[in-house]
């Protein structure tokens, strides 16, 4: 009987021993292990052509690295509240890491901060946030990027005429540099008179509808200078049923394949190739370079590049008909 129950109890230490072999160990020793990782990505909307192109931007770095990738988004566009409970589910799942593209910069920092409490490394992409802990922020410099359109604007209307500006989401990073910009140019021509400056939440619907309001209201408007291109083209939208779209000139900010279409098509006078896949894409390289040991840069900037029709031809290839 005694042995009998001296073997039991050998049969259990050996049972716990190897239990403890097996446990999970850190991200970095798992990663040298060989354990498939999965890395997320947490943008702003599931409604406007950019944030796929930061998924697949993401999905293919994820790819070549041999990585699970998760694509998460708000069902409505910009909503704080839904995009903190995807990052509160992703924290649950225990994921090795997540990309994040903020809704707003200061009300995700309490959920940042629960992930980096509970030992998961963030990137931010595209949006910086204004606390928290992450590991890289990995975006176009906004300000200066719409300088360039700004003054490419500018330069269109000869210093003189009548605008208005749609701007994007309050409350997010980028909504408030590109702003910032456009007025810091504005203010050094004294012949362009802003007749409005209002949101439309960066959704191509609400571009529409203010813009059919503001075209009410304006009888001579120049230009229609835009944060982002989903505004942009509603703007277009509305201008030309209002058949005032060749006496009005439109600017946007994204170069998403409907803004290269309109630029070719002489319909919007400029974008900014912001090149989403690359911003995405470096902040999932730079999670998993983290993951591995890795020193990762703070900052990784995407260059800009200014999109007319004087340049169109070069993207005439990525433009899907």
């Known amino acids: 009987m005694n042995h009998r129950w001296a073997r039991r109890s050998l049969i259990v230490v050996c049972v716990v021993a190897l239990a403890l072999l097996l446990a999970p160990a850190s991200l970095a020793a798992q990663a040298k292990a060989g354990k498939k990782l999965t890395i997320a ?20 770095v994820a790819a070549e690295n041999g990585v699970e990738f998760i694509y998460l988004a708000p069902t409505k566009a910009n909503n704080l509240e839904e995009q903190t409970r995807l990052m ?14 903020p809704v707003d910069s200061d009300g995700i920092v ?13 990137a ?4 910086n946030a204004n606390g928290g802990q992450a590991v890289t922020f990995s975006a176009i410099e906004n300000y ?4 360039m359109v700004a003054e490419y604007m500018a330069g269109k209307l000869k210093g003189q005429g009548k605008v208005i500006i749609l701007e994007g989401t309050a409350g997010a990073q980028t909504t408030t540099d590109r702003l910032r910009a456009i007025n810091d140019v504005l203010k050094k021509y004294p012949g362009i008179n802003v007749l409005a400056s209002q949101t439309a939440d960066n959704q191509r619907a609400k571009g529409l509808q203010v813009m059919e309001n503001l075209a009410q209201t304006y009888s001579a408007i120049d230009a229609v200078l835009c944060t982002n291109d989903e505004m942009a083209l509603g703007a277009v939208e509305a201008l030309d049923a209002a058949h005032r779209l060749g006496k009005i000139m439109v600017s946007g900010f994204d170069a998403n394949n409907d803004a290269l279409k309109a630029v070719m098509d002489g319909r919007m006078v400029v974008t900014m190739d912001q090149n989403p896949q690359k911003q995405a ?36 290839s990525r433009i899907k008909k």
């Open 88 to 101: 509160e589910d992703l924290i649950q799942r225990k994921v090795d890491g997540i990309v994040l593209v």
């Open 144 to 147: 200066d990027a719409m300088i």
């Open 110 to 122: 309490p959920v940042i901060k629960r992930a980096n409490n509970a030992g998961i490394p963030v």
């Open 281 to 316: 894409g470096d902040a999932v390289q730079a999670l998993l370079d983290y993951i591995n040991g890795k020193k990762v840069p703070k900052r990784i900037v995407t260059p800009g590049v200014v999109v007319t029709k004087e340049n169109i031809a070069l993207y005439e």
């Open 41 to 60: 990505l947490v943008t702003k909307a599931l409604n406007n052509p950019f944030w796929g192109m930061m998924k697949d931007g993401a999905e293919k």
């Open 124 to 127: 931010l992409a595209n949006t």
